[in-house]
């Protein structure tokens, strides 16, 4: 399948620094890309959809100023979680779209944020 | 609106048992596809099965087959002779297209847990 790279898969920062998590598609173009967020047995909860070279599409309840998400090229996204608090600290992971309609997933970043 | 139904929060098996994992999924859309994934400790998303609903033949990969019922709208996973390797967690999902454009979204089931016994 196709391989989706997600960098860092872990970090640990200060409250009030911001924090960027890359995802990468390695062996295609993926014009759309999908940030979740995931709780400690939870589901995946869909946070944005990133399309490259247009703005993010984010869900209900996401602050986009908060959740800053580039698509600047065809292979790569980034996820910047701005001033980052305790609460934020969570699995972030990404997932990019093929042109046949499949999603393949990054490998997740666990953040912790103290 | 669509909604995905995984109704097993946890699920055991005895190794080289066959086990399946239930999904149901609500849809008006016709043309829609159906994944699984699996989620073990480590975190990563892996890709497993997809059936398209356009597809007649049940999807099989390796171990792995999809038991697809389009008029009772459900799409369980079997897995064959586990293995210890499969204790994971397990999602089915339903890709949907969006009114805005040519996204398609995922919309995800609450997964079911599988421990797999020695």
């Known amino acids: 399948g196709a391989v989706v790279s997600q960098h860092p898969s872990r970090v640990i920062c200060k409250s009030g620094t911001s924090v960027k998590i890359e995802c990468r598609s390695l062996d295609f173009q993926a014009t759309t890309m999908f940030w979740y967020r995931q709780f400690p047995k939870k589901s995946l909860m869909l946070m944005a959809t990133?399309?490259?070279?247009?703005?993010?599409?984010?869900e209900q309840g996401v602050e986009k100023d908060k959740f800053l998400i580039n698509h600047a090229s065809l292979t790569l996204s980034t996820l910047t979680v701005t001033s980052a608090h305790p609460e934020d600290s969570s699995f972030y992971i990404c997932s990019a779209q093929t042109g046949g309609g499949g999603a393949f997933f990054g490998q997740g970043t666990r953040l912790t944020v103290v | 609106a669509q909604k995905i139904t995984q109704t097993q929060p946890g699920m055991f098996v005895q190794e080289k048992e066959a086990v399946t994992l239930d999904c149901t999924y609500d849809?008006?859309?016709?043309?829609?596809?159906l994944f699984w994934y699996k989620q073990p400790s480590s975190g990563e998303m892996i890709f497993l099965i997809y059936?398209?609903?356009?597809d007649e033949q049940n999807a099989t990969e390796g171990r792995y087959s999809l038991n697809f019922q389009k008029a009772r709208k459900s799409a369980n996973l079997v897995i064959s002779a586990s293995q210890l390797g499969d204790s994971a967690m397990y999602f089915c999902?339903?890709?949907?297209?969006?009114?805005?454009?040519?996204?398609?979204?995922?919309?995800w089931g609450l997964g079911t847990s599988l421990a797999v016994n020695p």
């Open positions: 999902a339903m890709r949907y297209q969006t009114n805005a454009g040519n996204n398609r979204k995922l919309i």
């Open positions: 059936q398209g609903s356009y």
């Open positions: 990133s399309n490259e070279g247009s703005k993010a599409t984010y």
């Open positions: 849809t008006s859309d016709q043309s829609y596809g």
